[in-house]
């Protein structure tokens, strides 16, 4: 029996606002896992490349500014901000320098964001704790889990790129990613004073970091009403993205610091100064008070507020391209 045009209106009206009656009719078709988990994995290493190729120079500054022990001036080897630093990079090293470390990042950046959305996206089920839907605790927890495993993945990597960056000569003097790699295993080994020395630091960043940035993200867009325009949807996408990573930066810059201090050179050669992560953070308090835990704050939200955004935004549409392409 067919519905009267009054009926169907009636219908209509009863539908959840901004979703059309063919949407119900016809729903995504949904992917099997490995698939799903496959596409992820390409969204989210595209999604780092662009991220880390326009962020680098950046990351190179905050971790200049980081690595800095003492406030006192020492000439032209002393930072007083974000565009001094950046100022006296380009007239003693070079332009080039601004992507020194850029290599291992490269190369770790694939597999670390793979691991970073597929590792959100499939812990999340985990973290429902009967609820229906995701919730806000949900987004929180499984960016926690993605950070810790993503942090244990890349750390080699974080311990060459953070030497590289520290290296202060001309970018054509400094050496290259895999001898600083060679030197470091070849003086300090595999273990936890060596190649991965700094593994806790990394977890604290990076856990602290997803688990606030997918947490607010998630939340805050779920919460927001989507717009039908593009233009607006996608504005509104880019600041829920800048946002969260900004928050995010704001609360896990400590384990940062700790991070660059252990990992990079130590302040006089053959002591080791900064060992573990919360005793690293307690030595830059006690020496050089509160306000140094924050040192690079301004370049760190820099990158990650807009690396942020551009990250998310890269995953989400690669991601529907990618289901479209192959479903």
């Known amino acids: 029996m067919s519905n009267t045009p009054t009926q169907q209106s009636a219908a209509a009206a009863l539908l959840p606002p901004r979703v059309h009656p063919q949407q119900l009719q016809h729903p995504p078709k949904e992917l099997p896992a490995l698939k799903r988990a496959a596409l992820q994995v390409m969204a989210?290493?595209?999604?780092?490349?662009?991220?880390?190729?326009?962020?680098?120079?950046?990351d190179v500054v905050k971790t200049r500014m980081q690595l800095?022990?003492?406030?006192?001036?020492?000439?032209?080897?002393?930072?007083?901000?974000?565009?001094?630093?950046?100022?006296?990079?380009?007239?003693?090293?070079?332009?080039?320098?601004?992507?020194?470390?850029i290599l291992?990042?490269?190369?770790?950046?694939?597999?670390?964001?793979?691991?970073?959305?597929?590792?959100?996206?499939?812990?999340?089920?985990?973290?429902?704790?009967?609820?229906?839907?995701?919730?806000?605790?949900?987004?929180?927890?499984?960016?926690?889990?993605?950070g810790l495993v993503e942090a244990i993945a890349v750390n080699p990597?974080?311990?060459?790129?953070?030497?590289?960056?520290?290296?202060?000569?001309?970018?054509?003097?400094?050496?290259?990613?895999?001898?600083?790699?060679r030197r470091i295993v070849r003086t300090d080994g595999l273990g936890f004073r060596g190649l991965n020395k700094g593994v806790t630091?990394?977890?604290?960043?990076?856990?602290?970091?997803?688990?606030?940035?997918?947490?607010?993200?998630?939340?805050?867009?779920?919460?927001?009403?989507?717009?039908?325009?593009?233009?607006?949807?996608?504005?509104?996408k880019v600041l829920i993205g800048?946002?969260?990573?900004?928050?995010?930066?704001?609360?896990?810059i400590p384990f940062d610091v700790a991070k660059s201090r252990i990992q990079g050179p130590q302040p006089q050669a053959g002591i080791i100064k900064y060992k573990a992560t919360l005793p690293s953070i307690g030595i830059v308090y006690r020496e050089e008070g509160f306000r140094a835990l924050y040192k690079g704050l301004v370049p760190k939200v820099m990158r990650l507020g807009p690396g942020g955004a551009i990250m998310l935004l890269v995953f989400e549409?690669?991601?529907?391209?990618?289901?479209?392409e192959f479903t």
């Open 201 to 236: 630091a990394t977890m604290g960043r990076n856990g602290v970091f997803n688990m606030v940035y997918f947490g607010f993200y998630h939340s805050v867009k779920n919460y927001v009403p989507a717009f039908e325009d593009s233009t607006h949807e996608f504005l509104r």
């Open 68 to 101: 800095q022990n003492t406030t006192k001036p020492l000439g032209e080897t002393h930072y007083t901000g974000v565009f001094d630093c950046f100022g006296k990079m380009y007239r003693q090293e070079g332009l080039f320098s601004f992507w020194k470390g």
């Open 104 to 146: 291992p990042p490269v190369i770790a950046e694939t597999p670390k964001r793979a691991i970073k959305f597929v590792c959100f996206e499939q812990t999340k089920p985990l973290f429902l704790f009967g609820a229906p839907a995701p919730t806000p605790l949900t987004f929180s927890l499984a960016g926690l889990t993605a």
């Open 242 to 252: 800048f946002t969260s990573g900004t928050l995010a930066c704001f609360v896990n």
């Open 44 to 58: 989210g290493g595209s999604a780092g490349f662009v991220e880390v190729c326009i962020m680098q120079p950046l």
């Open 157 to 181: 990597f974080e311990v060459v790129k953070v030497a590289q960056q520290a290296d202060r000569t001309k970018m054509k003097e400094a050496a290259g990613t895999w001898s600083v790699a």
């Open 317 to 324: 549409y690669a991601y529907e391209f990618l289901q479209a």
